[in-house]
């Protein structure tokens, strides 16, 4: 193999090229035409290598996390890797199952900087020295006539509404999407400024925003804030009735519903429904120049507010379905699960469990039916709710059965609560009978609710409607 004529010819027409996906294509084809390899260009595309150039008759990686495979290990470390049996490197990422040896070389910028990876793989014998070095020429080359061409080729919108779209989809908590889609909303469509505006039970409200929002957006979070809910609904409303708008990058007068935005500078807008009518709400996202937004900007942020809608909407039915896990259908209180992890919390001599049973309630049922006691137990629920100070717990953990969790100070103030709720029971027409313990150190959480509840049943040995502190 003469391999100072493969790279001339090789890079004979790389000072041609008019951009780097072109210098990088036209170096693969003349390359094959020298070797049986499968050759692939990866460059960095924001955060990962994507392929750009490549022969072959299987599949390759379109894009490569950082330091994935040995590709991402020689462009992280700046440094080729000569592989003469990939079984034997972990890294290896298996693009076709014949291939038995690999050589990358990063592709470099002037100062040395990499830029992306050169890499060759191969399913039969090859001379790995030679072509190693004929590979780090031509990369050498290569790497000099993108960074002269601009340097790897810019993320393109589409990527980037799919990069964000993976991030919404990954957020924790409704706070975290909005943010997202806020971000990912400024990021696609270049403009500086967005904003969610959410339908909600007590009228229209501004979604979350960014951690750092810009001049602009806070400006026309403020407007959109200080003018209430009335407008805010009239924003919502307009895009649903008439689908997505914007700005034609004329001077003139906005519609009345757009004059809060108007009022905070914004001279280029977008407004794209999100959700549905009654319960979804508007994506605005504005800049200071005046700007015309073309089709493709708006058809992404539909994209872009349709999956911020799909993944807001699974976040909630998420918190729906937790929150029906863990608390009574009956009551509304929460029951043994979430009351078994709280009480695994208890500080000793300072965290009180106040054991509760309802007395006589058997009989409800059998004189009145079970109807007449799930009423019971609901008015006796929330009389007991009230009774409780701010940062209290109610649960219940059986049929009759309720265990507070209080923090107290001593014994005697837990006596004082716990009195509290019997007197809120007798203003219902009903009375109960209450065990109270607080947790010695290093006894157990369920060693404590068994001396609640013994002290509960010696209330009730002693005629109930009563309260009796456990001893210690």
């Not at 070389?105 to 992306?116: E, N, Q, T």
């Not at 000793?348 to 009989?363: E, Q, Y």
């Given at each position: 193999m003469d391999h100072e004529r493969v790279i001339r010819d090789v890079t004979v027409r790389l000072p041609m090229a008019s951009t780097a996906l072109e210098a990088c294509q036209w170096t693969v084809a003349?390359?094959?035409?020298?070797?049986?390899?499968?050759?692939?260009?990866?460059?960095?595309?924001?955060?990962?290598?994507?392929?750009?150039?490549?022969?072959?008759?299987?599949?390759?990686?379109?894009?490569?996390?950082?330091?994935?495979?040995?590709?991402?290990?020689?462009?992280?470390?700046?440094?080729?890797?000569?592989?003469?049996?990939?079984?034997?490197?972990?890294?290896?990422?298996?693009?076709?199952?014949?291939?038995?040896?690999?050589?990358?070389?990063?592709?470099?910028?002037?100062?040395?900087?990499?830029?992306?990876?050169?890499?060759?793989q191969w399913s039969g014998p090859a001379e790995l020295g030679p072509w190693r070095g004929t590979a780090e020429r031509l990369a050498a080359?290569?790497?000099?006539?993108?960074?002269?061409?601009?340097?790897?080729?810019?993320?393109?919108?589409?990527?980037?509404?799919?990069?964000?779209?993976?991030?919404?989809?990954?957020?924790?908590?409704?706070?975290?999407?909005?943010?997202?889609?806020?971000?990912?909303?400024?990021?696609?469509?270049?403009?500086?400024?967005?904003?969610?505006?959410?339908?909600?039970?007590?009228?229209a409200r501004l979604g979350a925003p960014t951690s750092a929002p810009g001049e602009l957006e806070a400006r026309i979070r403020t407007e959109l804030a200080e003018a209430g809910a009335a407008p805010l609904g009239r924003l919502i409303a307009r895009a649903h009735r008439h689908g997505a708008a914007y700005t034609l990058g004329e001077a003139g007068h906005p519609t009345d519903d757009y004059l809060p935005l108007a009022r905070a500078g914004a001279r280029t807008l977008v407004a794209v429904p999100v959700g549905p009518p009654d319960g979804g709400g508007v994506l605005l996202v504005a800049d200071e120049r005046l700007l015309r937004p073309d089709p493709t900007t708006i058809n992404l942020m539909e994209l872009l507010a349709g999956q911020a809608w799909t993944c807001l909407d699974r976040l909630r039915t998420l918190a729906r379905l937790r929150e029906q896990a863990s608390s009574d259908?009956?009551?509304?209180?929460?029951?043994?699960?979430?009351?078994?992890?709280?009480?695994?919390?208890?500080?000793?001599?300072?965290?009180?469990?106040?054991?509760?049973?309802?007395?006589?309630?058997?009989?409800?049922?059998?004189?009145?039916?079970?109807?007449?006691?799930?009423?019971?137990?609901?008015?006796?629920?929330?009389?007991?709710?009230?009774?409780?100070?701010?940062?209290?717990?109610?649960?219940?953990?059986?049929?009759?059965?309720?265990?507070?969790?209080?923090?107290?100070n001593r014994p005697e103030e837990a006596v004082r609560i716990a009195e509290r709720l019997t007197e809120a029971a007798r203003r219902t027409g009903r009375t109960i009978s209450v065990g109270v313990a607080l947790p010695q150190a290093g006894e157990s959480p369920e060693l404590t609710l068994r001396r609640a509840d013994q002290a509960l049943y010696a209330v009730k040995r002693h005629g109930r409607d009563g309260v009796r502190l456990a001893a210690a």
């Open positions: 003349a390359l094959a035409r020298h070797t049986p390899a499968t050759i692939s260009i990866l460059l960095q595309v924001h955060d990962r290598l994507r392929c750009v150039a490549a022969t072959g008759a299987w599949q390759v990686f379109s894009t490569v996390p950082p330091k994935t495979g040995i590709v991402g290990r020689v462009y992280a470390s700046g440094e080729p890797a000569t592989v003469a049996d990939v079984t034997t490197d972990p890294d290896y990422l298996p693009v076709r199952p014949d291939v038995s040896t690999e050589l990358c070389v990063p592709l470099l910028d002037p100062a040395g900087r990499p830029i992306g990876v050169l890499d060759l080359r290569l790497g000099a006539r993108i960074t002269a061409l601009g340097g790897p080729p810019a993320e393109s919108r589409s990527e980037k509404l799919l990069r964000h779209a993976a991030a919404m989809t990954s957020a924790p908590t409704d706070w975290d999407l909005m943010a997202a889609a806020i971000t990912a909303a400024r990021d696609v469509s270049a403009l500086s400024a967005a904003v969610l505006v959410l339908a909600g039970r007590s009228g259908p009956l009551t509304g209180l929460r029951h043994t699960g979430p009351f078994g992890q709280r009480i695994a919390t208890a500080t000793p001599g300072r965290t009180a469990l106040l054991a509760i049973d309802v007395d006589g309630f058997k009989d409800v049922n059998d004189t009145y039916g079970h109807q007449a006691g799930d009423r019971l137990l609901v008015g006796l629920a929330r009389a007991l709710e009230e009774a409780l100070r701010h940062g209290d717990e109610l649960y219940r953990i059986g049929g009759d059965e309720f265990v507070a969790v209080i923090e107290v």
